[in-house]
């Protein structure tokens, strides 16, 4: 017995494909920098920051304090690394 795998008697040749909803819905042309454009102008109207213009709390931070957070991480990623290394190898 074999399985009937065409829907209403419609052989898959008939069938259109229908795609997404995305691929359905009309745009108009556009290039990549016009709708970045675009997206950035409506930011700004709608009184959102563009993220270029603020500054990443690291940044804020006095230097003496950026230092110590940087070479925190940094000690932490090799501290994690030659402990895995020790693991491995024991």
Same mark, same amino acid.
């Given at each position: 017995?074999?399985?009937?795998?065409?829907?209403?008697?419609?052989?898959?040749?008939?069938?259109?494909?229908? /795609?997404? $909803?995305?691929?359905?819905?009309?745009?108009?042309?556009?290039? /990549?920098?016009?709708? *970045?454009?675009?997206?950035?102008?409506?930011?700004?109207?709608?009184? *959102?920051?563009?993220?270029?213009?603020?500054?990443?709390?690291? @940044?804020? *931070?006095?230097? +003496? $304090?950026?230092? @110590? $957070? %940087? @070479?925190?991480?940094?000690? *932490?990623? +090799?501290? +994690?690394?030659?402990? %895995?290394?020790?693991?491995?190898? @024991?």
């Amino acid at each position: 017995m074999t399985a009937n795998n065409h829907r209403n008697g419609e052989t898959a040749s008939d069938r259109r494909d229908q /795609g997404t $909803v995305l691929d359905r819905m009309q745009m108009p042309p556009m290039s /990549g920098d016009e709708a *970045l454009r675009r997206f950035h102008k409506e930011r700004e109207a709608s009184g *959102l920051k563009s993220q270029t213009d603020e500054t990443t709390e690291l @940044a804020k *931070l006095h230097p +003496v $304090v950026r230092f @110590a $957070v %940087v @070479a925190g991480t940094f000690i *932490l990623i +090799v501290g +994690v690394l030659l402990g %895995v290394l020790y693991l491995i190898a @024991a």
